[in-house]
C-alpha cells in the first residue's frame, strides 16, 4: 500500500497538536499514549507509525523549533553587536513559535529545552565571534552569561507581552546589554 505523503503529514500534525493541547496544560510524565491518540482520534498502531512514546513527539518540537533557530543563525551574519544577532535571531523564531517557545521554555516546560538552545546557540556564535575575539575560557563566560540571560529576559517579555512591544523590548535589552544594568536603570528611571 503507498502512503500519501499529504494525508501522511497531516496525520503527524494532528498527533503533535493533541499531544501539544494536553502538554501545555501537564507534565509529560502523566502524559499517556492512549490519552494523546484518543485526543487526536487514531488508534495505537497510527501513533507508533510516527513516534516511539509520548517523549519522541516532545523531542519532534523541540527539534523542530531548534533547526528552524539554527537555520537563521547560520545564514544571519554578526552585526557589530553580538547581542543584537542574537536576540534578533530569538525574536524571529519567537515569531513562528510563540506558544511553543514560550511553555518549553517556563517552569511547566522542559528544563533541559534551554539548555539545548544554549548548546546549539554557542558553536554557531562562537565561530562568528572567531573572527574578531579568541576562543576559551572568558569567551565561554561571556557565552554563557549572555544567552542565559537573553533567554531569561526573553522568556518573562514573551509571557508579558502585552506590556512591552518587540521593538520596545530589542531596544531596551540592547542597551542593557550594552551599557550595564546601572546604567539602563538611570537612564529608564
Excluded: C, H
Amino acid at each position: 500500500m503507498k502512503k500519501q505523503p499529504q494525508i501522511t503529514e497531516q496525520t503527524k500534525k494532528n498527533i503533535v497538536e493533541a499531544f501539544w493541547s494536553i502538554y501545555k496544560n501537564k507534565d509529560i510524565s502523566q502524559i499517556t499514549v492512549t490519552e494523546t491518540i484518543k485526543k487526536a482520534g487514531y488508534n495505537r498502531a497510527t501513533f507508533y507509525n510516527y513516534f516511539d512514546n509520548v517523549q519522541s513527539i516532545l523531542d519532534y518540537i523541540e527539534d523542530k523549533i531548534l533547526e528552524s533557530f539554527k537555520k537563521l543563525a547560520v545564514k544571519q551574519p554578526l552585526f557589530a553587536d553580538f547581542n543584537q544577532t542574537l536576540l534578533g535571531d530569538l525574536l524571529k523564531v519567537y515569531e513562528i513559535y510563540g506558544e511553543y517557545f514560550t511553555v518549553l521554555l517556563s517552569e511547566n516546560g522542559d528544563p533541559l529545552f534551554s539548555v539545548k538552545i544554549k548548546n546549539m546557540i554557542k558553536p554557531i556564535y562562537y565561530a562568528k565571534l572567531n573572527e574578531k575575539y579568541p576562543n576559551d575560557f572568558k569567551t565561554d563566560i561571556i557565552l554563557e552569561y549572555t544567552t542565559s540571560a537573553l533567554i531569561s529576559a526573553f522568556l518573562l517579555w514573551s509571557k508579558n507581552k502585552k506590556t512591552m512591544k518587540s521593538d520596545y523590548f530589542f531596544e531596551f535589552i540592547d542597551y542593557l546589554m550594552n551599557n550595564g544594568t546601572k546604567k539602563t536603570f538611570d537612564f529608564y528611571f
